[in-house]
């Protein structure tokens, strides 16, 4: 820990939270982000496609984006392995016109930024439970906002889409959490249209096992949810303190979630959602990528 952030932990909680985000707007200042975006274009390890979307999309990253820790690279470079997933999920899905776009969860735009230039004649909406990030992506990349809801039951888009992508939400919920995200997306999808979304599988209970991540839960939480997606094709395991992620949820709806592919199989054919991609740790080498087309 810093010496910063070691005086930081002994102040008062508003007092933290306001120098914590000072910090982070210092860290996320457009200046620094947009220099850090022209050294990755410089990289010759990027494919052409990527830096060709790279110089088109902003650099500007939200001060309050949990995802960007400082390091530009990584941040761009997980949000442009994102898009070749996508890519990938519409080619076997032999998706025609795409007009209408959603990404949910956007958080501050880490793929939404890329999809904005992806699909430059489609309409593309963010949508997440953080009002900030979505007005972010509604400022900074023309994004029409979509404020969601934590009970996905209830929630409705006046809109119908071609292609919907869910990076890093099925990884967080229950399994009736699970049941009612591919409700919502499942309603949302014109006939023909298409949903990618990102799941934990076995890589990520490998990392959890070897000790290398623990995604802020319990060691002794994680070996029941690992215990039981080896057992059934599900775990979970639900954050300490599921508010500090800033998600108004009852108790043990939002933590950790293992899946296997049957087992996602098995929930996403109850809602008419047909597989039609797949790719194991193909998102920045760790989530797994599904690609479903809605039955016609």
């Known amino acids: 820990m810093s010496a910063v952030g070691s005086f930081a932990k002994h102040l008062p909680t508003p007092l933290r939270r306001r120098l914590g985000e000072w910090r982070r707007r210092l860290r996320n200042r457009p200046a620094h982000t947009r220099a850090q975006k022209e050294l990755l274009l410089r990289d010759p390890s990027l494919e052409n496609w990527e830096r060709e979307l790279l110089a088109q999309a902003s650099s500007r990253i939200f001060h309050n984006d949990g995802m960007y820790a400082g390091d530009g ?7 442009l392995s994102a898009v070749s997933c996508i890519d990938k999920a519409v080619r076997d899905a032999r998706l025609g016109k795409i007009e209408n776009v959603l990404d ?13 230039c992806r699909f430059p004649a489609a309409k593309v909406w963010a949508g997440d439970l953080q009002r900030d990030m979505v007005d972010f992506c509604a400022r900074e990349f023309g994004a029409t906002p979509v404020y969601s809801a934590a009970d996905l039951d209830q929630l409705s888009i006046d809109a119908s889409f071609d292609l919907i992508w869910c990076g890093s939400l099925v990884t967080h919920l229950n399994a009736p959490g699970i049941r009612s995200l591919l409700g919502f997306f499942s309603r949302q999808l014109r006939p023909g249209g298409a949903l990618v979304l990102s799941t934990h599988g076995e890589r990520a209970a490998e990392l959890m096992l070897n000790q290398e991540i623990d995604y ?6 994680l070996s029941k949810a690992i215990a039981a997606f080896r057992a059934d094709g599900f775990g979970f395991a639900s954050y300490p303190n599921e508010d500090d992620y800033g998600v108004p949820t009852n108790e043990g709806q939002y933590g950790i979630s293992l899946t296997a592919r049957a087992w996602i199989l098995g929930q996403a054919r109850t809602k008419n959602l047909e597989e039609k991609y797949f ?13 479903f087309l809605k039955d016609e």
């Open 104 to 116: 949910l969860p956007c958080g501050g735009g880490r793929v939404l930024r890329f999809l904005a």
């Open 73 to 79: 690279a990584r941040y761009f470079k997980v949000g």
């Open 279 to 291: 790719a194991a740790q193909s998102w920045d080498n760790h989530q797994d990528v599904f690609g």
């Open 216 to 221: 802020g839960v319990s060691r002794e939480a």
